[in-house]
């Protein structure tokens, strides 16, 4: 397999308070930026694993910071600058164990990404082209600039990787289950959580995890891992089940660690780890990413990821 990773879609600003009480009292905020796709491919650059990302962003401040924050984590970024503006979300604290995410990306730039956005030479380097369901629900261009990735990764023998990553504020008059199992039905490996899975299968579906793997299996990927959150995760890789527990810690922020998960099981993929290998470090990197106030600031570094595997909290 190509060690390279090729991923797309929106990354937008991020603002969140600056101190207790939320957005609507604080006197400042923390300015960053955030977006699934972007996420898994800072991840993976951390890692060690080349990846390229592409998107659109406005000809704004937000879309430049945008810019120099991945092409600062080592990402080969293919951006297109366009005439509207970039995407903002807003990450509010009202307590200290809640959090309200708040979208403003309604025509925003990233949501105008196109096919012509997206070549066949880009994906001819990459062992796997990674998608989400966001990026396919943000407009009819997007959902094509989708499936174009799909063919050119079909016909130059990438693996596809699809994160359901679902955003009911997206569909709001729409079911999105048809175009989920579009994409599931062309991807080799599916992340999804629970209910992400009984979307994709159907209403009165059965709850248990297992079974909801082997099922989406049947829609034809060879890898379905079902993400539980606190619980772990259970897979069907190749007709085999797994599961894997979470790696305790104590928990900061639990926004963006769906897609350090991913970021760590590609990861290993891509490294030629066995499943259970693959998994473990898939629940490792998401560990570390709960353990700081930010979508991807605290991914690991490779050298880092033995600190969660280790009994004893002091590195002498």
Known sequence: MKRRVFTFGETMALFRAGSPGGIETTSEAKIGIGGADSNV?????????????????????????IQRELRAEGIDTHVIVDPAPTGLMIKDHRTPHT???????????????????????MIAH???VHITGITASLS??????????IQYAREEG???????????????????????????????IIFAGSDEARLLLGQGISSNSTWLACELAELGPREVIIKLGADGCVADISG?????????????????????????????LIEGADPAARLRRAATVAAF??????DWEGL?????????????????
């Open 41 to 65: 491919a800072i991840g993976l650059s951390r890692l060690g694993v080349s990846t390229q990302w592409v998107g659109r962003v406005g000809d704004d401040s937000l879309g430049r910071r």
């Open 240 to 268: 085999q089940a797994y599961t894997q527990p979470a790696v305790p810690v104590t928990v900061v922020d639990t926004v963006g660690a769906g897609d350090a998960f991913v970021a760590g099981y590609l990861a290993a």
């Open 158 to 188: 990438a693996q596809v990787s699809f994160d359901v990553n679902h955003r009911p504020r997206l569909w709001l008059d729409d079911d999105p289950a048809p175009l989920y199992r579009k994409i599931a039905k062309s991807s080799d």
């Open 99 to 121: 959090t309200q995410v708040l979208f403003y990306r309604r025509h925003s730039a990233g949501s105008r990404l196109a096919p012509k956005d997206i070549s066949r030479d």
């Open 126 to 128: 990459a062992g796997i």
């Open 300 to 316: 690991p570094r490779q050298e880092d990821l033995h600190l969660l595997e280790t009994q004893d909290p002091v590195d002498r």
């Open 140 to 149: 009819s261009s997007a959902e094509d600039a989708t499936f174009t990735a």
């Open 289 to 294: 990413s709960c353990l700081n106030d930010g």
